[in-house]
């Protein structure tokens, strides 16, 4: 049994239709519930400082050989002030007096990040939406080829 060019464009149509609709807006939701997971983060500008403070007797030698420990320190909405180690890869080139942008949330300032929050779940979103994309097109061209 031959099949046609029409009659497999038209099942490949169909398959994209519903491959691309629902598992794009699968991923688009996923995408969608990652960024809203992460929750809202408030945005400052932070300080690279040296912290000289040490935990115990051992931390002190091995700071002395070391130098100091760097830390991000930031102004939260009510004014105080916070820190947390400079151990991001943002940081890593940065020197003491240096600014650098943070985000933290308003319920636990003590943590910051310095990565943008908006990219949480970009990917997911973005695969999403050329998914339902192409899902569209399908379906447009299933309907186009019903007609010829």
Not at 95 to 111: I, Q, S, T, Y
Request: charged share 20%.
């Amino acid at each position: 049994m031959a099949v046609h060019a029409l009659d497999f464009a038209g099942i490949m149509s169909e398959i994209l239709t519903f491959v691309g609709l629902i598992i794009g807006a699968l991923l688009y939701m996923v995408g969608l519930s990652v960024r809203g997971i992460s929750g809202r983060w408030t945005r400052s500008t932070a300080v690279i400082a040296a912290s000289r403070t040490a935990a115990s007797s051992t931390a002190a030698s091995s700071m002395a050989a070391s130098g100091p420990a760097t830390v991000i320190r930031w102004f939260d909405s009510d004014g105080d002030v916070h820190e947390c180690p400079a151990d991001t890869h943002e940081t890593q080139h940065l020197v003491a007096g240096d600014d650098v942008r943070v985000w933290f949330r308003n319920r636990r300032p003590e943590k910051c990040r310095t990565h943008d929050p908006d990219l949480d779940g970009k990917g997911l979103r973005l695969i999403g939406l050329v998914l339902l994309g192409i899902g569209v097109l399908a379906g447009v061209a299933g309907i186009v080829l019903m007609f010829l």
